[in-house]
């Protein structure tokens, strides 16, 4: 972990880029990130492996910044082989942090794989390299979208903690109160390991609807009929999701949360602005 790392705990999240274009540009999103001294970056990762050169090609240049990096790693459709063989490149690379996740099979392909769930993922990292990684996993305020009940998923999230996970990082939410009932809930079942809030900057919001369907986040009514004004008019949307976003950061962390995790989606500004609102 870097030594200077900004008071709050914050992290950043990239997606590994698939153009030369991407690729360029996220070497000055990750620098304008880097200045404010992240705990962590993290770069997701495609099921079944779809994007896993990707990731770590990603990985080594976010990683030139000095700021840890961890790589997601997702466990559905993977046979146990694959995932060794990635865990032990991945500590020849010196990567010592991991976001460890079912994932999402993309449909028509193949079969499960040998692990079916984070928490058998997080068992099998820790049977396979001990304490070497730092291991962090998903958490669902409002309810992972399988999931039959909150108290199922709630049940499943402590399973992963109990399997050797040191932190978490929730999908994002923009009701504050969702985040504190779950760390209430989840402290009350012994989990004693940080649940950091996941925040997902607002500035396009025919791809945010379209994503908060698919994962189950829900945009409350009144910023929906908000965003639903704004038409195609981005700077309307950027303002008012600027806005919406640092009230909500700051009422997580007057609430107690240990920091923040933005989800960048390959950008500084949207991320850097609440940070500038919150100090
Ligand atoms: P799990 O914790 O395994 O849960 C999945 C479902 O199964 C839940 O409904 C849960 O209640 C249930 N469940 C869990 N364990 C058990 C059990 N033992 N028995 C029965 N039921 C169980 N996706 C990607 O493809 N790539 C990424 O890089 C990526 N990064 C993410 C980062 C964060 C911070 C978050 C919040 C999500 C991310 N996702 C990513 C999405 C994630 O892969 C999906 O939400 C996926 O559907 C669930 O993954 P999980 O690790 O939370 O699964």
Known sequence: MSTQEHPLGISFEFFPPNTDAGR???VGVRDALACRNPRFFSVT??????TQSRTLDTVRVVRESG???APHLSCIGSEKSQLRDLLRQYREEGIDSLVALRGDLPSGMGGIGE???ANELVEFIREETGDHFEIAVAAYPESHPQAPSFEKDLENFVRKMRAGANLA???YFFTADAYFHFVERARALGVEAPIVPGIMPITNYTKLARFSDACGAEIPRWIRKQLETYGDDSHAIADFGEEVISRLCERLLEGGAPGLHFYTLNQAEPSLKVLDNLS
């Open 67 to 69: 700021i840890t990096t």
């Open 169 to 171: 990082v929730t999908q």
């Open 24 to 26: 360029e540009k996220l």
């Open 45 to 50: 990762y495609g099921a079944g492996g779809s």
């Open 115 to 117: 692990l079916r769930y």
